[in-house]
């Protein structure tokens, strides 16, 4: 357990419709990332935060994806009008911040849309 | 274009010897570059880090090299374990600032008993 949770750790939903990923970082890190990542392949970023700043987005996250980290605690990452290719696992990771470089990886969501 | 290459293939290997993985980098300058392990259904553990100052890095039974000219990581894992069995993924400085990691495919390593 390396101290990130994200819930829920799975979600199976009909295309169409919405879904929303919460993760709770390390308390003390002041970035979090999102990554998705597909069978057979690596994680690939989706976004990233420092504190309650959403600062990059990857061009891989289409206008159905918002991710929020309101005052620099937890974030949400919600998917609207869910499409069969986002069936993919979530994952959620944190670290200290500059020179910090570890990332500490939660479990992830395994999304299913159907 | 960018592109992280790791072994596709699984690589078995006997309990008590070394396995070495490779990974690949084109059109990076990363800054450090690291591995991970991950278990089926589970999210990426971090293992080691390595700056592009430094050949390399160990950290028990693990080893990890780093040649900024050759554009290639080594990760060794010596007397391996039948519980060393995982994926294991590279990953490099994706951009400047952020820390936002690219990650190669990964590479099963297999330990058989």
């Known amino acids: 357990d390396t101290g990130v949770s994200q819930n829920p750790r799975h979600k199976i939903t009909k295309r169409g419709q919405n879904v929303t990923f919460r993760c709770d970082p390390i308390?003390?890190?002041?970035?979090l990332y999102w990554y998705r990542q597909t069978l057979g392949q690596g994680p690939e970023f989706l976004t990233y935060f420092q504190n309650e700043a959403q600062l990059e987005k990857s061009r891989l996250l289409s206008d159905r994806f918002s991710a929020e980290r309101p005052k620099g605690s937890f974030s949400t990452l919600e998917i609207q009008r869910t499409e069969q290719g986002d069936s993919a696992m979530y994952l959620c990771a944190s670290s200290r911040g500059q020179n910090q470089e570890t990332q500490y990886f939660g479990p992830g969501t395994r999304l299913l849309v159907l | 274009s960018q592109k992280i290459e790791q072994n596709s293939e699984a690589l078995n290997i006997q309990e008590g010897k070394t396995a070495t993985l490779t990974c690949n980098y084109t059109?990076?300058?990363?800054?450090?570059l690291q591995w991970y392990r991950q278990d089926p259904g589970r999210g990426p553990v971090f293992l080691l880090l390595?700056?592009?100052?430094?050949k390399e890095k160990r950290k028990e039974r693990l080893k990890v090299t780093f040649d900024t000219t050759l554009k290639q990581s080594l990760f060794h894992i010596t007397a391996s374990q039948p519980a060393d069995s995982a994926t294991y993924l590279c990953?490099?400085?994706?951009?400047?600032?952020?820390?936002?990691?690219?990650f190669g495919k990964g590479n099963q390593v297999v330990v058989i008993p």
């Open positions: 308390s003390e890190h002041n970035r």
């Open positions: 059109n990076y300058s990363p800054a450090y």
């Open positions: 990953a490099l400085d994706g951009s400047g600032g952020n820390n936002r990691l690219a």
């Open positions: 390595i700056r592009e100052n430094e």
